[in-house]
Structure formats: structure tokens, C-alpha cells
């Protein structure tokens, strides 16, 4: 069974420029997040679908960054226009059912803006 | 809110022992473990919940002090495999539909 996959793995663009992250989760996995680390910090939470639906996007760092799920399967995180803060990984992760139970990790995006 | 990891970093020699906490100032309703490898995704480890139950895999041990909100996770006789950086993510309340809070994470090397 495939893993939650990522795409791209790296990426480097330039301050203003727009970059559209994708991860495919687990085939069934309803609950999809989003997360990033930054300069080997925290990973910290951007947000939380369930389905096609945002459960929680509470993280969410500015309206610079646009998260969504077609017909609740893979997802895709657009930044636009890119900051340089905006520099880290940025991982996602699926369950089966949310809360108490195994969360899988994509390998995730490192994001570079220069 | 999001949760301290200590220590930092630790080197091991294959065979020795350490432990790594995971602090948090809030009250807890779970911990989860992964474990990071350069490059890789984090690969779950264990969920601790309050109340004592715990999911996971049997080679690994750790602890949930409810009364000091912390978890351990103990690496005994640590391998090569060891070697990654250690997250700790904590959920604050049962409700938070997995929303985890990460730790900085602790880097752990495993040398011969």
C-alpha cells in the first residue's frame, strides 16, 4: 500500500513568485493535515481536513496561503505570493480517524524562497 | 502551547541507554511519538492517553506522567537504527481531532 506521497520533495523560488504544494494521502484516509517546520523549529500545525471539508485551519500563517481538497482526496497548499519566512518543510500527514490513532507522514516539501 | 523536548541532541554508543522528555505547560490528553530519519518521513512510534493506555510498537517504551503533564520515551540498548531526530506531539484535549503540538524534537545519533 502506497504512503502518503508529496510533491515536489524540494523546491526553490523567488519572493513573490506562487508555489503549489501536493500530497496524495492514504487511499481512504478522511483526515488529512498539513504541518511545517521552519529553521529546525517546531513543526507547527497549519490545518485539518476531514473529506473535502477544512476541520480546522486555525494555523494557518496569513490569506498568503490557500489550502484545498478536491472532492476529498489529494490535497494542495498554494502560497502566493511567497515570502521569505515562508522557507521550511512542510510536511502532511492522513489518518483513518482523527485523534488517538497513527497518523502517517508524507517525506515532505522542502520549500526554499530567495 | 507547543510542547518542550529535552535534550536537544544526545550521542549514544550502540548498546547504552537514554531517555527524552516531552514537556508541556498544558494539561494532556495524549502523547504521540515519531521518529525522523534525514530526508524521510516521520514514522510513528507511540501514542500514550491519559488513563494509561498506550498504542504502539513493543520495542519501544516510554511514560506519561499525568501529574507533571510530561512524557518519556526510553531508548534501551539502543541500536544504529536509533539514530533520527525524536518528535514528541501532544494533544491538549480529546476533541482536538489530532491535532498535534510538536516539540523542536531531540536529534539522537547512534555511533559503533
Known amino acids: 500500500e502506497a504512503g502518503v506521497t508529496q510533491f515536489p520533495s524540494h523546491s526553490v523560488i523567488e519572493k513573490g513568485q506562487t508555489v503549489t504544494l501536493r500530497c496524495d494521502p492514504i487511499s481512504g484516509h478522511d483526515n488529512l493535515y498539513w504541518y511545517r517546520r521552519v529553521m529546525g523549529k517546531e513543526i507547527k500545525f497549519l490545518l485539518h481536513?476531514?473529506?473535502?471539508?477544512?476541520?480546522?485551519e486555525s494555523g494557518m500563517p496569513n490569506n498568503r496561503f490557500l489550502a484545498e481538497r478536491t472532492g476529498g482526496t489529494y490535497s494542495t497548499l498554494k502560497v502566493q505570493p511567497a515570502e521569505l519566512e515562508d522557507s521550511g518543510v512542510y510536511f502532511c500527514?492522513?489518518?483513518?480517524?482523527?485523534?488517538?490513532?497513527?497518523?502517517?507522514f508524507g517525506q515532505g516539501t522542502r520549500l526554499t524562497v530567495v | 502551547q507547543q510542547p518542550v523536548q529535552s535534550p536537544q541532541a544526545v550521542i549514544l554508543r550502540e548498546g547504552e541507554d537514554a531517555v527524552i522528555n516531552c514537556s508541556s505547560s498544558k494539561a494532556l490528553y495524549s502523547v504521540h511519538w515519531y521518529r525522523q530519519k534525514h530526508g524521510e518521513a516521520p514514522v510513528f512510534l507511540m501514542i500514550l492517553l491519559k488513563g494509561g493506555e498506550q498504542k504502539g510498537h513493543e520495542k519501544i517504551s516510554a511514560s506519561f506522567n499525568e501529574k507533571k503533564q510530561q512524557s518519556s520515551l526510553y531508548l534501551t540498548a539502543s541500536q544504529l537504527s536509533y539514530s533520527g531526530t525524536y518528535f514528541c506531539?501532544?494533544?491538549?484535549?480529546?476533541?482536538?481531532?489530532?491535532?498535534?503540538?510538536f516539540g523542536a524534537g531531540t536529534q539522537v545519533v547512534v555511533t559503533p
Open positions: 481536513f476531514v473529506k473535502e471539508s477544512k476541520q480546522d
Open positions: 506531539g501532544t494533544e491538549i484535549i480529546p476533541d482536538s481531532w489530532g491535532k498535534l503540538q
Open positions: 500527514a492522513s489518518s483513518l480517524l482523527p485523534g488517538d490513532t497513527e497518523a502517517f
